[in-house]
């Protein structure tokens, strides 16, 4: 067990502005909600940065902890995902139309 830390005298603990009880998923654990900005032209056939992108998001979307959702580019998003197909066709997905990664 750790041991408490003394607070100065007067001093107050620090809390959080805004008190929300934490959102509990399976056998008591926190749930995390992410939205993952993903180059989705990055994962097809890919190396490097973009295979670790694929895998990560592909890892934690098994995660019953985790509430995934993928922010992309939505002409990537017609082109890419009938050449990656599933998992990708399953996720829940944001797009936007101006491309930022140019």
């Not at 890919?46 to 592909?58: F, Y």
């Not at 995902?81 to 936007?96: I, Q, R």
Request: aromatic residues 6%; hydrophobic residues 40%.
């Amino acid at each position: 067990m750790a041991p408490e830390t003394a607070l100065a005298p007067g001093a107050e603990q620090a809390t959080s502005a805004v008190n929300h009880p934490p959102d509990l998923g399976q056998a008591g654990s926190r749930v995390v909600n992410l939205l993952a900005y993903v180059h989705l032209r990055n994962i097809h056939a890919s190396t490097g940065a973009g295979r670790v992108a694929c895998q990560m998001v592909e890892h934690l979307s098994c995660r019953a902890d985790v509430h995934l959702r993928v922010l992309a580019d939505a002409r990537d998003h017609a082109r890419i995902l009938p050449l990656v197909g599933e998992p990708w066709t399953s996720y829940p997905y944001h797009l936007f139309t101006a491309d930022t990664s140019w």
